[in-house]
DNA sequence: TATGAATGAGTCTTCATTCAT
DNA sequence: GATGAATGAAGACTCATTCAT
């Protein structure tokens, strides 16, 4: 005979039981922290979301933290695919209604993660982990630099833009977005009233604040 | 006739004596917030490190709270004089090594005040006070804009700088800084490394990306 | 399966385990009201006496008031039961002895009921949550009330006793009784001695003051 | 040149200083006593109410304790001073009248001990010293008895009233006098109502339940 | 393995009392 | 004597973790 399985994952089938559970934690934990912050969460509030009883999680997890931190790591990974889905590609209608559509994207992205990522650093010991689980990949705010370089190249291979140099020019576009998604947190300002700053933003990024000296010259 | 002094400031000589030991909590609550997270602060690691006992506190403030706001504006008013000191003014030196130095200020001043500021999202109510005592004056990353716009502005003035808006224009300058200042905390870099990536992002600002289409003619 | 009883109870058997601490902490609390007054008892305290943790009392109660008010309820549930157990029926007996046994009664339960009564009146809050718990039922003092009428009533129904007005004649008959309750706390009066006084107030109830204008002609 | 003498009461001529702060903080607690609970008072609340400063205190009384019972005491003899002015003598008016009257003042100086009696007994230290001090006077309610029993005393003399024992009697006056002070504290009901109830319990005592033995033949 | 009650260290705050000035 | 700031013990409550069943 089997051991029992907690009653909230009993339903799944086909799931191997031993991981059924641990998913569903993380799942849970996950949620939650749509909700609030970090700190703000409980082992009790996790059991008693989850279905489960409060002893669980350590059959599973070295502890609070462990689970905590397979929580954040998911729930970044989502944003990021959200991130990355629907972003145009080189050479497809015009560089600035692009550059645009970038940018928005990365304040969406900042939007969704920095308040997370926020109440994560009031935690250093799981801030830590946390940047350790995500170690080899890019991580933060880095994470959205991939695709917005590929796109640059792309469109300079296509003489769509001008030669300069990749990096500088991504951060000229994350740094942006970072901004304007910290406003929407501390400022507490509308996606709409930000969004509305970014063709302005990618307009002068395109020209240059340029020099009577003749920077170009 | 007057109260004894606490052991801790009865060596201050000169001081008010009634304010002397309020001012003490408040210096050692700032250092503590160099040290640790707002969070990670107990009103016993004050009274501690002040080498006061643990009840003076509440002869001088409300509660904790008041305590760690009035370190919190401190700390942070501390840091934008730094970062308003010895900024270069409009037609000195060149425009390129002055925008370097204003983004090298703000990646300073990110470095410094965004850890506090993060772990203060995680407390709601902490952050609420906060806010509402630096009230009137632009708060969080957007107390750097003022100096910048004024920089950028006196320049076009001067003819040393194209014309552009302002706004999109700071924040081209204030946003990758934001950026590296992330990545100091976030990623663990050092502010050498951070420092050699700042020249490239200001000569990409000043070109701009262009495009083919001829955006500028 | 089952989570382990606290040491406390685990003797207890035939209990239900989820409630037999519960009633346990109850118990004890109980107790110690017998002890002190309220505002004197602890948390600790409780947690001490009853053999468990500090913390235990949260996984039953909202908080320590509310454990009070269920020990204060049960405390005096207690002295009502009895209180009205073995009084004596209209009818029976001699008049003049019955009435000595109700007053007998009453100043027992003033006794016991008083010390923590009047320990309730300086917690509020407190006060009006055991007020409130003992809602529909008649509180205070007046809980002796019915059983005194109802006797009475009866007595004048035989015919055993004059006619007079139900009420205020339990006025004379409790208020003796609180006052000789209230000497045995306060004046530290021996229940023997607060016993010999009661024969004597229910002869010269009996009798009445009378006044020689002839009040009863 | 003598000492200093404490803000508060340097206005006050005449007086011993020595003795003057210590009558002013006795008068200043007693006030604070009608306002709130024993319990509810601190060493502070005194302090300033008396616009002294927090340590005088403990220049003039042991400690807190002593002070608050040098208050009580006070509060209790005016209490009882208030009581015992405008009692009708014997032989003046009706005697059932005057037995309202007795009753009704009675029923003040209950409504009017009570609240802070019962404070009292939640501190048992504080009960007990203020017992010793009151030591030798009849104390608590009984401080009621001896007017009382002097009127009874006095009608009977004057053949108003019939031949009974006093002590049954005066309790007979006393003690529904304290159930109707305890219900305006405890059930909340108004001086008025309860004074509605007097007449009928005086003139049922007056009457007695009588018995259709002949108790009295 | 799941359960969920028990544990107890740790948090902020209050306040009677002391004592240097 | 007066001052009033400093002291520090105590109190109610939280919550990650353990472990008997």
Redesign the pocket.
């Known amino acids: 005979m089997s ?6 994952v009993r339903s799944r089938v086909g799931d191997d ?2 991981t059924a ?1 641990r998913e569903h934690l993380i799942d849970t934990a996950e949620k939650l922290l749509g909700d609030r912050q970090v700190a ?6 996790i ?1 008693r979301a989850a279905g ?9 997890f070295a ?3 462990e689970l905590l931190v397979a929580a954040l790591v998911r729930r970044y990974a989502g944003s990021v695919e959200r991130f990355e889905a629907d972003l145009p590609a080189p050479g497809t209608g015009t560089v600035e209604d692009n550059l645009v559509a970038y940018a928005q994207a990365a304040v969406d992205l900042v939007a969704e993660t920095l308040p997370t990522a926020a109440g994560l650093m009031s935690e250093p010991s799981l801030l830590h982990r946390f940047v350790e689980a995500i170690h080899q990949q890019p991580y933060g705010p880095q994470r959205m630099y991939h695709p917005i370089a590929e796109y640059l190249a792309g469109e300079q291979r296509l003489g769509r833009l001008e030669e300069f140099d990749i990096d500088p020019a991504v951060h000229l576009i994350v740094g942006p977005a970072l901004v304007l998604g910290f406003s929407a947190i501390i400022g507490g300002r509308s996606r709409e009233d930000l969004t509305a700053e970014i063709p302005g933003i990618v307009r002068t990024l395109l020209t240059g604040l340029g020099t009577r000296q003749g920077l170009r010259a």
Chains 1, 2, 3, 4 share one sequence.
Request: proline residues 7%; glycine residues 10%; charged residues 25%.
């Open positions: 051991p029992r399985r907690a009653r909230a039981p031993a559970l703000g969460i409980t082992t009790r509030d059991a489960v009883s409060d002893g669980v999680l350590y059959n599973y502890g609070k933290h």
